[in-house]
């Protein structure tokens, strides 16, 4: 109770001291910007639908699609082997590894998570160019040590009772791992792993504003030549994007309680 009191009071004084230190006194708007809005949400009607640039918006659509895919696969391929370890259900207590070697995996998954991807994509473009593995990687580390912290935090939760019989029979940790944890916690790991899907393909347009084709990239061309009319366009295949890969996560799970 003690540590809830004093969390709630460092926020209180976290939100206060925020405010004290906004210059309230400057306007919301600026000069022309209330002008420059109603120009913008006027394009609306209607947007660009001319064929010639439907086609950059398909092309612009799949290459960020390309780079949610490719990034979430990656990053699926590093959260779940790392998730497992710094969930300890590999390593058997009496060891006397599990929790020095828990500790330092989910150091490393918190290490991966703490930078932005757009900061990883700028320290990635620098290093190694506008290419296509820059984007992918930007994408990869960061919901890599995501991924990873909840698939940990997920096997951590699944009931023991069943556990404790596998262990019972004699099955190692490795099979228990398998036949057990993974059984019960997949339908979760799958569903956490669509909404992260969701929010990589966000990512992948917001990648696209450093330079790596996309949706974003796009917009911001339209968006310098104040053709607003296109922005409207790609904001619709984005919206588009989202919806289709919700009803897709909504229908899997949905197959697999089923």
Do not use: K
Request: hydrophobic residues 55%; aromatic residues 10%; contains cysteine.
């Amino acid at each position: 109770m003690e540590n809830r009191r004093l969390l709630t009071l460092g926020l209180l004084a976290a939100l206060v001291w925020s405010l004290t230190n906004i210059d309230w006194g400057s306007p919301i708007i600026h000069t022309g910007g209330g002008a420059s809005a109603l120009r913008f949400f006027l394009a609306l009607f209607p947007p660009d639908l001319t064929p010639e640039f439907l086609g950059i918006a398909l092309r612009a659509t799949w290459y960020t699609v390309a780079y949610a895919v490719a990034g979430i696969t990656l990053a699926v391929a590093i959260g779940l082997p790392l998730g497992v370890i710094a969930s300890g259900t590999v390593l058997r207590e009496s060891s006397g590894w599990q929790r020095p070697v828990m500790i330092g995996t989910r150091a490393v998954l918190a290490g991966l998570r703490s930078v932005h991807e757009l900061v990883w994509a700028v320290l990635l473009v620098a290093g190694m160019g506008l290419s296509p593995m820059a984007g992918v990687l930007a994408l990869a580390l960061p919901y890599g040590g995501i991924l990873g912290r909840i698939y940990a935090e997920l096997l951590q939760d699944v009931p023991q009772p069943p556990l404790r019989a596998l262990r019972a029979s004699g099955a190692s940790p490795l099979r228990t791992l398998l036949y057990g944890s993974f059984q019960m916690a997949l339908p979760d790991m799958i569903s956490y792993t669509f909404y992260r899907f969701e929010c990589g393909i966000r990512s992948a347009a917001i990648l696209s504003f450093v330079g790596i084709q996309g949706l974003g990239y796009q917009i911001q061309l339209s968006m310098h030549d104040l053709l607003f009319s296109q922005v409207w366009t790609l904001l619709a295949f984005l919206v588009g994007l989202i919806v289709a890969v919700d009803a897709w996560s909504t229908h899997v799970r949905r197959s697999m309680v089923s």
